[in-house]
Every structure is written in structure tokens, then in C-alpha cells.
């Protein structure tokens, strides 16, 4: 089991930069698929970006494609996610998820994910 803890969130003007971290704790990090999830008032979770394992592929939702950018580093157990361009629609609740599922398809369904971590607040003036 893995527990995950973001932080990095905070208040950001349009077309700022923002980094966001996760941090894992427990065994195998490197044997879990990562991604990041937002939700603002209102509205569902939605995917963000996901990394495999080795981080050999990237995957991003539309919205963010170009601006945001995950990594990941296994020996330190986390997962990251650069946001530049900010946008005031990127405001939300950040979250990082874990599976070890293993798909040749980018996960990005809410259900496919495991183990999440309590959520990083991002907001973004005009």
C-alpha cells in the first residue's frame, strides 16, 4: 500500500508558474502508474496527466497540454507536475493517484487509480 501526500499549491497570477509535488511513502513506488486530477467547485474530477512507471510515456488532458509537464523520480518516491501558463480555469483541487494497474492505454478514468493523496488547493487570479 502507498500513501501519497501533495503540497506546492498555492495562489498564482495568470500566466505563472506553479509546481506541484507528490510524495510516496511505501514499498515498490517505482512498480506504480502515476497521475494528477483536479477538481474545482461544482464540477468532477477530471484527469490531468498520468506518467508510466519508467516514465517512458507522458499523457495530459487537452486543457493543459503544452503548459503543465509530469515527471517523476523513483528514487525519491515522487511525482511532480509543472504548471506554467496558468490560467484562472486551472483553480481546483489538486490530486496525485496511484495504481499499479497496468494498461497499454493512458489511465485516465478516476476508477483505474488505487490510492490518492488528500489534494493541494491551486488558485489562479486574473
Known amino acids: 500500500q502507498v500513501q501519497l501526500v501533495e503540497s506546492g499549491g498555492g495562489l498564482a497570477q495568470a500566466g505563472g508558474s506553479l509546481r506541484l509535488s507528490c510524495a510516496a511513502s511505501?514499498?515498490?513506488?517505482?512498480?506504480?502508474?502515476m497521475g494528477w486530477f483536479r477538481q474545482s467547485p461544482g464540477k468532477e474530477r477530471e484527469f490531468v496527466a498520468a506518467i508510466t512507471r519508467s516514465s517512458t510515456r507522458t499523457d495530459y488532458a487537452d486543457s493543459v497540454k503544452g503548459r503543465f509537464t509530469i515527471s517523476r523520480d523513483n528514487a525519491k518516491n515522487a511525482v511532480y507536475l509543472q504548471m506554467d501558463s496558468l490560467k484562472p480555469e486551472d483553480t481546483a483541487v489538486y490530486y496525485c493517484?496511484?495504481?499499479?494497474?497496468?494498461?497499454?492505454?493512458?489511465?485516465?478514468?478516476?476508477?483505474?487509480?488505487?490510492?490518492w493523496g488528500q489534494g493541494t488547493q491551486v488558485t489562479v487570479s486574473s
Open positions: 493517484g496511484a495504481t499499479r494497474v497496468v494498461s497499454r492505454r493512458p489511465l485516465t478514468g478516476l476508477s483505474s487509480y488505487e490510492y
Open positions: 511505501g514499498p515498490n513506488f517505482s512498480n506504480y502508474y
